[in-house]
């Protein structure tokens, strides 16, 4: 025994009905229909109705609508996600209790931490004794404007 009514398929759809399964556009359904070309008619009780395959369409579009919300969703939660991840990443994991000296702030302790972790230029005699030649680097630039 099915648990649903049947309808048959020439059977009209009113809009009242429609309007339990569909949120209802901003205008109505009847102009929102008129809009498209669809079809409104009354039937034998004198309801506003649309075809069934009116109807059909509607809910595939619905059905359509739903599930791109659904990939937006999914894809915008992703990239939440892996923002976090990387913001993350990024953050320092500070230094351990130990290794502030005693009198010495915490904050500025991480502050030397941080300091020290940034690469530094390496002197004309590291570069010599690399075997890689010297790096020439200016003390003033060469843009001209210190005047001379």
């Known amino acids: ?30 102009m ?32 359509q609508q739903r599930e791109a919300a659904d990939r937006h969703r999914v894809e915008a939660e992703r990239l939440a996600v892996e923002a976090d991840r990387e913001w993350r990443a990024r953050l320092s994991g500070g230094i351990p209790s130990g290794r502030i000296p005693d009198g010495v702030a915490p904050a500025a302790a991480m502050l030397q931490a941080a300091q ?23 003390i003033r630039s060469q843009s001209g404007g210190d005047g001379e």
Do not use: K
């Open 1 to 30: 025994m099915d648990d649903y009514v049947r309808v048959p398929a020439g059977e009209p759809v009113p809009l009242s009905v429609l309007a339990l399964d569909l949120p209802a556009p901003g205008a109505g359904w009847p």
């Open 32 to 63: 929102y229909l008129a809009e498209r070309g669809v079809e409104v008619q009354p039937d034998d009780l004198g309801r506003l109705c649309i075809s069934r395959a009116a109807a059909r369409s509607l809910f595939t579009e619905q059905r």
């Open 116 to 138: 020290d972790d940034r690469p530094r230029r390496r002197s004309v005699l590291e570069d010599a004794l690399s075997g890689g030649g010297a790096t020439y680097h200016p």
